[in-house]
Nanobody
């Protein structure tokens, strides 16, 4: 069974940086599209960054140029480097696999999420 565990969130000031990590287990990691979603209170969960098995990446317009997604296939890990953070980035960030980066549809499984709060 695939498991996803997010970590690395925290409280930062605007303009600060965070590096989120997603640890996964399972035999399908190397052939699965992986992505980071986020959800603010009262708002719909949205796709912010994804990466295909071939290394192609996709970002939402709101984070493009500020966030960088990467993965380590040997360690079954995925990362999200977040720079120039703004208050609008405040949300719980979730790891997901088996998603479609172009339709935005997520796979069925989620980690517990990690809280990112950007505040003065």
């Amino acid at each position: 069974q695939v498991q996803l565990v997010e970590s690395g969130g925290g409280l930062v000031q605007p303009g600060g940086s965070l590096n989120l990590s997603c640890a996964s287990s399972g035999i399908i990691f190397r052939i699965s599209t992986m992505a980071w979603y986020r959800q603010a209170p009262g708002k719909q969960r949205e796709l912010v960054a994804g990466i295909t098995p071939g290394g192609l990446t996709k970002y939402s317009d709101s984070v493009k140029g500020r966030f960088t997604i990467s993965r380590d296939k040997d360690k079954n890990a995925m990362f999200l480097q977040m720079n120039s953070l703004i208050p609008e980035d405040t949300a719980v960030y979730y790891c997901n696999f088996g998603c479609n980066l172009y339709s935005g549809l997520a796979g069925p499984d989620w980690g517990q999420g990690t809280q990112v709060t950007v505040s003065p």
